[in-house]
Structures are given as C-alpha cells and as structure tokens.
C-alpha cells in the first residue's frame, strides 16, 4: 500500500485543537502508536520500513524450491521492530546472509557451547531452587517456567556436542578446518579426535570410535532414509517404521516418550559404549561426567538436580534425540537416490518458526492469531529451538547437500549461513534446492504421510535386518 499522506493527518490536527490538551496528547500518542508495524502491519509502515520488507522479499531471487518461504522469513523479520529481530534471527537460526560470518575456530565454539551449558544448568537450578523454596508466591511459576527453559537449554548444548562437535570431527571437518589454516596434518588431527571423545564423553553418548562406524552409511545416497540407514534402524528399533500399524505418528512419538523401558534401553546403550567398548582413554573420559550426574544428586535437592543435571542427562536427552531422527529426513525410502533432485527429496530444512499474521488483519482476528503464533511459539518452537534443532540441525540438508554441489566448507556453525549464500548466489543447481519446513510439527505431519503411503503401497521389504537400538540419536 503507498505510504499515506500527511495531509488528511493534518486535517485532523485542525478539529484535536479544540479539545482540551490532555485529549489532544493522547490522540497525536494513538496516532504514533497506530503507524507502528507491530500495532498496524506493512499497510501502516513507514518509507523505510517498507523498503527493509522489499528488500527482504527479493533476498532469494532466484526462484529455488522453498525460496518464498526463506523470504517470507525475512520479511517478518524486517516487520518486527529493531530491537526485536536479534532475537527473530537467534529463534530461526538463519543469519542474513549478505553479512559476512563472525570469525572464530572449532575449539572456540566448542569452549562457547561448554560455557552455555553451564550457563543453562546453573539457571535451571536457580530456578527449581526458587521454585521449590516458594511455590505459592508470585515469583514460585515465573521461577518454574524459567527453570524449564533453561533445563531445555541444557539438553540443547548437549546434543549439540553431539550433532555439532562430535558429528562434524566424525567426519573429519574439524581436522580440514584447521589444515585449511596451515596447522600440521598430525596436531590438526589430534585436535579433531579430541573434539570427538570430549563431545561424546561430556553427554555420556556412544563414544567416538562407534560414533563414526555407525554414521558413515546415512551418507550414502543408497542407503540415506532407508531401513539400511542408522537413523532407519534406530526407528525400526523403537517401533517407529512403516509396516508396523501405526495409526497416528504423533501419539507413536508419545507413547515412545513416556516408556520407561524405551529409555532404560537408550541410557543403557549409552553407558555400555562409554565403558564397555572403545578406548580406555575414552573410557577414563566418561568418568567424570557420569560422576557429576551420580554424585551430584546426593548433594542437591530433588528438584534441583531434576531440571539441571538428572533429566536433561537422561530422559530430556533422549526425547530430543528422538524427536532429531523422527524428523531428520523424509524416511520410508527405497531404492538409491542417484540424483540432485533425489537426493535433495530425502532431506529438508527445520526452520522453528511460524510466519507472522498478516498485516491487514484487524479486530478479534487479529487478536486471534497473534494469540495463536505466541502459543505457538512458547508451547512448540523455542522449546524445539532449545532442546532439538540447534543451527546445524536446523539446516541439515546443507550437511548433504554441500559437497555434492561443489560448495565445500568447513565452519560448520556457519551451516545455515552457508546454503543461504549458495541460494542467494545462485551457485546452486536447481534440483538440489531442499525443502524448507516450518518447525517440528511440520515435519512430523509429513513423516506421517511418508509412513502412509509406504503402507499403502506395500512397498518391499529391504534385505537389511532391523538393527539393535544403539542410541545414536543421529
């Protein structure tokens, strides 16, 4: 909508003069509030402003599968007012890729990560302590629910030392980075395994050695999303495959969630690679973490150690790991994908994020959906930003898709970034642009459908068998 005149403003500037001063004040305030995009939308925005939303909806111009949806993200962004959208851009994952990376190594964001961690524990106990000291007082829930963020953030950091740092040296990125930056071959590659066993050691997950020799097949494009990949072992494993009966993947993921033999089953796994196979350097790693997890819940009270060690360890790890595979790829595949194009339709983006209700809505409508989008937010997307999908994860189909595409890079954190770049850029093939999904339920809804219709077709059974549930969680 063109920008409005100020002359029909003026017009009623004329008829506020004849009301007292306070009435006058109040309207030029409603009249300042109302051209606010937060209070208006895009119709009511100013020059700037507008400009800033244009800007964005051309971000992505050449017309890849999903590029509407990346501009429409960043044309909410551009609606939101300033200080609002740091935060716009922490919540999606997704930088602006026209500015350049912030510059830092492997070993520093693995030493940002660590600090994180403790910096989401030690906020959950405050929490649970406050909570539990006073729990009918004011303070008491607002306490509660900040402890249960920051307990979601504490499982976060750990699996992002896991599908981060741990992920990324098993496949050796660590190592190529800082070759790349003229380290020696032999101390870039001591750097990257210790990044792998600290990685697994800190979370009390599969150490690295059999970390790598599982995940190695979900790279193979004959394998990716079928019952022969890890991750479709690891669903077969937990019950959660096509052929099986399932009548609504979401209560399937429920059930799995709150089954106490489930999670006996993945702690169980976890511990055996920790202390029973690999390494005894990496099994004298392990000692410490476990100790934390054990010794601490003899000093802290229940609800303390509950939200900031005992559950993000064990129970919380375990359902983000689980939520992670569920909607990683588009699973219940056959055959190989020999191809962009069929190896770009078994991966897809995360993006934990809604778009913003329309601009031009107004009255109860209006209301309603931003009511809707903030529920939304708070109840599904920051918890799933949290606990499931951090950056790399967000943009995992850029974990596949880059070096068959010829677009190496070796700053993972940077993953999102990157495949923004190649899209803006027009560098990459057309058939190898990925899907963009809005969120976990998104993907979750569309799992269900692949299931479905791998059901329905009485698709054949592979020639692999079921594998043993190993806890990966990748």
């Not at 930088?95 to 989401?120: E, M, S, Y």
């Not at 209006?366 to 989008?373: D, L, Q, S």
Request: glycine share 6%; net charge positive; with cysteine.
């Amino acid at each position: 909508m063109a920008h409005t005149s100020f002359s029909h403003e003026n017009h009623n500037d004329d008829r506020l003069l004849q009301q007292p001063r306070a009435l006058r004040r109040l309207g030029r305030l409603l009249k300042l509030l109302t051209r606010h995009p937060a209070v208006r939308g895009n119709s009511s925005l100013c020059e700037p402003a507008q400009q800033e939303v244009r800007m964005a909806q051309l971000l992505f111009p050449h017309d890849y599968q999903d590029d509407a949806r990346l501009n429409r993200i960043f044309s909410d962004r551009a609606r939101l007012p300033r200080f609002l959208r740091g935060l716009h851009e922490r919540l999606t994952g997704l930088p602006d890729p026209r500015q350049p990376a912030r510059a830092t190594t492997p070993l520093r964001v693995l030493a940002a990560d660590i600090g994180w961690l403790a910096g989401f524990s030690a906020t959950a106990a405050a929490g649970a302590a406050i909570a539990h000291a006073d729990p009918l007082s004011v303070t008491g829930p607002l306490a509660a629910l900040i402890s249960a963020y920051a307990s979601l953030g504490v499982v976060g950091r750990l699996r992002r030392l896991v599908v981060g740092h741990a992920h990324e040296a098993a496949h050796g990125v660590i190592a190529a980075f800082y070759r790349e930056r003229g380290v020696a071959k032999a101390r870039a590659r001591s750097l990257n395994e210790w990044v792998l066993d600290i990685g697994t050691a800190l979370t009390l997950t599969r150490n690295g050695l059999d970390y790598r020799r599982s995940h190695g097949p979900h790279h193979d494009t004959d394998k990716l999303g079928t019952l022969r990949d890890p991750d479709g072992m690891d669903l077969h494993s937990w019950r959660l495959w096509r052929g099986l009966g399932i009548r609504s993947l979401r209560l399937e993921l429920l059930l799995t969630a709150l089954d106490p033999f489930w999670h006996a089953g993945m702690i169980w796994a976890r511990l055996k690679s920790n202390f029973a196979t690999g390494r005894r350097s990496r099994r004298l790693m392990a000692l410490p973490p476990l100790l934390l997890v054990v010794a601490s819940a003899a000093v802290l009270p229940l609800p303390v150690w509950l939200m900031a060690i005992g559950l993000p360890w064990t129970v919380g790890y375990n359902i983000a790991a689980l939520l992670q595979v569920v909607t990683e790829h588009p699973y219940a595949q056959s055959g190989a994908a020999n191809d962009h194009a069929a190896h770009a339709a078994r991966n897809w983006d995360r993006v934990p994020v809604d778009p913003l209700p329309a601009s031009d809505l107004t009255g109860f409508a209006k209301a309603r959906a931003w009511t809707v989008f903030t529920a939304r937010l708070l109840a599904l997307h920051i918890p799933a930003r949290l606990a499931v999908l951090d950056s790399s994860m967000i943009a995992h189909a850029w974990h596949h898709m880059a070096w068959p595409t010829g677009h190496r890079f070796f700053d993972w954190w940077e993953t999102p970034r990157r495949e923004l770049e190649a899209r803006r850029a027009g560098t990459l093939p057309r058939a190898a642009a990925t899907r963009v999904l809005f969120g976990l339920g998104e993907a979750i809804a569309l799992q269900a459908v692949q299931f479905a219709k791998a059901q329905a077709a009485e698709a054949a059974t592979t020639d692999a068998e079921p594998g043993e549930q190993d806890g990966s969680g990748i």
